[in-house]
Nanobody
Framework: QVQLVESGGGLVQPGGSLRLSCTAS????????MAWYRQAPGKQREVVGS????????NYVDSVKGRFTISRDNAKNTVYLQMNSLKPEDTAVYYC???????????????WGQGTQVTVSS
């Protein structure tokens, strides 16, 4: 069983930055690939990006490439999402997830955090 807790959300102006954190309880964090998802009002949850268990492979959705960076610290059981050059369309609830890679495709387990709100507005 893995429990995930996100933090770091808030209100930021367009062009600003935020860093989200997701800390996992339980054992074997380093055995899981991890991902960040987001869900905007009235829209389906979408994957933002994912990182392999060792951190050597990271993937992003096209809309955040060059602006967002996912990293992890297995010693701290934590995965991060650094968000720069934020846009109003980045406004959403952001969730972290534990999963695995099936070949090159990230596949989520049913381990989700409670989410953290990110609002980009002037």
């Amino acid at each position: 069983q893995v429990q995930l807790v996100e933090s770091g959300g808030g209100l930021v102006q367009p062009g600003g930055s935020l860093r989200l954190s997701c800390t996992a309880s339980g054992n074997f964090f380093s055995h899981y690939a991890m991902a960040w998802y987001r869900q905007a009002p009235g829209k389906q949850r979408e994957v933002v990006g994912s990182i392999s268990d060792g951190g050597g492979s990271v993937n992003y959705v096209d809309s955040v490439k060059g602006r967002f960076t996912i990293s992890r610290d297995n010693a701290k059981n934590t995965v991060y999402l650094q968000m720069n050059s934020l846009k109003p369309e980045d406004t959403a609830v952001y969730y972290c997830n534990a999963g695995y890679y099936l070949r090159t495709n990230y596949t989520p387990y049913n381990y989700w955090g409670q989410g953290t709100q990110v609002t980009v507005s002037s």
